[in-house]
């Protein structure tokens, strides 16, 4: 089956530390790979996606890059605020047809001023 | 706003009692979904519509569960007869293709 293993938070860092957030995956298919970040009160948002290997996603500052040799696509910022505390999920689609999107556990981020 | 919208956002009922959840998609996209998340857990797929059709229910989804989407725009969950173990945030997105779309989710805590 398909899953996604991401590591156990939470994480505290200080503001504008460098933040690594690693992110496994084991899929069945060619899956399409996504970040979606989760603050106190809200829903998910979408933070960035790949679709395919060597692909580098990225939006507000945040990257990951799509590695399928590895099979991973851990998340990376250079300098974090405190406003990127929240909760951050890695997931994983299933090209064609439908795509149910398969979850990790998520990893909770503290930054600290 | 255009984004997925859910109704409520917060609900309290008592053991045995039924709710009903609404999800408002994104006007344009045929695919809909909806999720449970448990604290500290990442979302559990529940099941799938596309347009009205439901094309897939999740082991998770038991017989008190049941979800329409009538005209293949909005869709209702209903839990029936709830039991403390449905407490969670039931999540609904949608989608046009691959990406899909979350909306702020309904919280439902049964006492």
């Known amino acids: 089956g398909n899953s996604v293993t991401q590591m156990e938070g939470p994480v505290t860092l200080s503001e504008e530390a460098f933040l690594t957030i690693n992110c496994t995956y084991t899929a069945t298919g060619y899956p399409s790979l996504f970040w979606y970040v989760q603050y106190p009160g809200e829903g998910l948002q979408l933070l960035l996606k790949a679709t395919k290997a060597d692909d580098k996603g990225s939006n507000k500052g945040f990257e990951a890059t799509y590695r399928k040799e590895t099979t991973s696509f851990h998340l990376e910022k250079g300098s974090v605020q405190v406003s990127d505390s929240a909760v951050y999920f890695c997931a994983l689609t299933l090209s064609g047809g439908y795509q149910k999107v398969t979850f990790g556990t998520g990893t909770k981020l503290q930054v600290i001023p | 706003d255009t984004g997925v919208s859910q109704d409520p956002r917060h609900k309290i009922t008592k053991r045995g009692q039924n709710v009903t959840f609404r999800c408002d998609p994104i006007s344009e996209h045929n695919r809909l979904y909806w999720y449970r998340q448990t604290l500290g857990q990442g979302p559990e797929f529940l099941t799938y519509?596309?347009?009205?059709?439901?094309?897939?229910k999740s082991r998770l989804l038991s017989d008190r569960f049941s979800a329409e989407r009538p005209k293949g725009s909005f869709s209702t969950l209903e839990i029936q007869r709830t039991e403390q173990g449905d407490s969670a945030m039931y999540l609904c997105a949608s989608s046009p293709k691959e990406t899909q779309y979350f909306g702020p989710g309904t919280r439902l805590l049964v006492l």
């Open positions: 519509f596309q347009n009205e059709a439901q094309l897939e």
